[in-house]
């Protein structure tokens, strides 16, 4: 089947199997190898995309219910040139040790402050909730975010594409 939907502001086409998930549609169809694959029970959040700015599990939709859609990637997260305030977070506050799991919190991290700018710690460990970080303890986490929180002003490009 045909498939086509908004990835990153452009438009993708492709001819896919109808059992094929929208991780691995991103990752060996278009290459986005950023969005990580961490486990098939759908607990890890590695994978963590936005859909239509909403963040899910890439691992929980067929790349055939994204069609039609726009979906979001860390990839995306830099806009020119400049990363965004949650990347920079993670690089000051030493967010992530392996970064497996890193794509996934920033772009969970990203869709909570735009809807709420100035997070509690409760309130991030709430969002982030629903993915795993086997090396930081999340405290790093957390400071990542708040950092972010704090120097969105300072960064023109710190909105959605
Ligand atoms: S890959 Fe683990 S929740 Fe999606
Ligand atoms: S930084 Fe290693 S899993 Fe989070």
Redesign the pocket.
């Known amino acids: 089947m045909q498939v086509s939907m908004i990835v990153n502001g452009e438009e993708v086409t492709r001819e896919i199997e109808g059992r094929l998930l929208l991780v691995h549609f991103l990752r060996d169809d278009l290459g986005l190898t950023g969005t990580h694959w961490g486990c098939d029970t759908s607990n890890c959040g590695?994978c963590v995309v936005w859909l239509d700015g909403e963040p899910v599990k890439s691992c929980t939709v067929l790349a055939a219910m994204a069609g039609g859609h726009e979906v979001r990637t860390v990839e995306d997260l830099e806009q020119g040139g400049e990363l965004d305030p949650v990347q920079r977070g993670f690089m000051e506050c030493h967010?992530?040790?392996?970064?497996?799991?890193?794509p996934g919190?920033m772009m969970t991290a990203r869709a909570l402050l735009d809807r709420n700018p100035d997070p509690s710690e409760g309130e991030i460990r709430e969002a982030i909730s629903g993915q795993?970080?086997?090396?930081?303890g999340y405290a790093t986490?957390v400071r990542s975010v708040r950092w972010a929180a704090a120097h969105e002003a300072s960064t023109p490009a710190g909105g959605a594409s």
């Not at 967010?95 to 890193?102: A, E, P, S």
């Not at 795993?132 to 930081?136: A, E, G, S, Y």
Request: proline share 0%.
């Open positions: 590695t967010g992530l040790q392996c970064g497996f799991c890193t919190m795993i970080c086997r090396c930081t986490i």
